[in-house]
């Protein structure tokens, strides 16, 4: 069993692969991309009748002593402290070989979860567009759509998410003292408590880069 970092990183299309090349030459262990759609609110968009931007998104997994590096070097090459780059979190991630033990320590506990979370939310085709007008009414600033059919996916990493092609996952990273009230709009709202309807999860960032709040400042947890 292996206690490492699970990167997920938000940029414009075309910089993910040249993103995972450098991550992997500083000890990152493969890593997935998906196409995907920001949603955050733009007023330029709104003038130029662009609701969405295109967008990919890379999950890759690092030891917990080369988080720094990777941050460092997504600051210096690729800018991401800096407005409308894209955006970086880690979130625990724990995998699971034959020989875990399944009564070990989970990486995180409840007294030590962060002030953000990722709300996850896995949904029929087509419906992630209007789980994110729910969000948004609940408080969120914005999100990512990740479409079903991944990109790039190298043989050597593993991540336990299968992604079927009729799906889509609205990714959200939020406040903790918000995510609560975004949580049970969604679930309510987008009829999550239906047989089919789809699921939510949320996983605890840890640190962010390239994530603002309202006033501007960039947050770090």
């Not at 625990?92 to 320590?105: D, G, K, T």
């Not at 991944?150 to 003292?177: H, M, N, S, W």
């Not at 995510?179 to 047989?195: E, F, S, V, W």
Request: net charge neutral; with cysteine; aromatic share 8%.
């Amino acid at each position: 069993m292996t206690g490492d970092l699970l990167f997920l990183i938000v940029v414009n299309r075309g910089k993910a692969n040249q993103m995972l090349h450098k991550a992997q030459e500083i000890g990152a262990t493969g890593g997935t991309i998906f196409l995907g759609e920001g949603t955050m609110p733009s007023r330029l968009f709104d003038i130029l009748g662009i609701n969405q931007t295109q967008k990919e998104v890379l999950i890759t997994a690092v030891p917990d002593g080369v988080s720094d590096r990777l941050y460092a070097m997504l600051r210096e090459e690729f800018q991401l402290h800096k407005r409308y780059k894209g955006v970086a979190f880690a979130a625990p991630y724990r995998q699971w070989l034959p020989e875990s033990n399944p009564n070990a320590a989970p990486p995180y506990t409840h007294q030590e979860i962060p002030p953000y979370l990722c709300l996850l939310t896995v949904l029929e085709k087509g419906k992630a567009e209007e789980c994110m007008a729910v969000a948004r009414a609940a408080g969120a600033r914005g999100g990512t759509i990740i479409h079903g059919r991944g990109a790039g996916v190298p043989q050597d990493f593993y991540f336990p998410l299968v992604i079927e092609p009729q799906k889509e996952i609205l990714l959200i990273v939020t406040a903790r003292e918000a995510a609560y009230g975004i949580r049970n709009a969604i679930y309510t709202q987008m009829g999550l408590d239906k047989p089919g309807g789809g699921i939510i999860f949320s996983l605890p960032v840890l640190s962010t880069l390239g994530l603002y709040e309202e006033r501007g400042k960039e947050a770090k947890a």
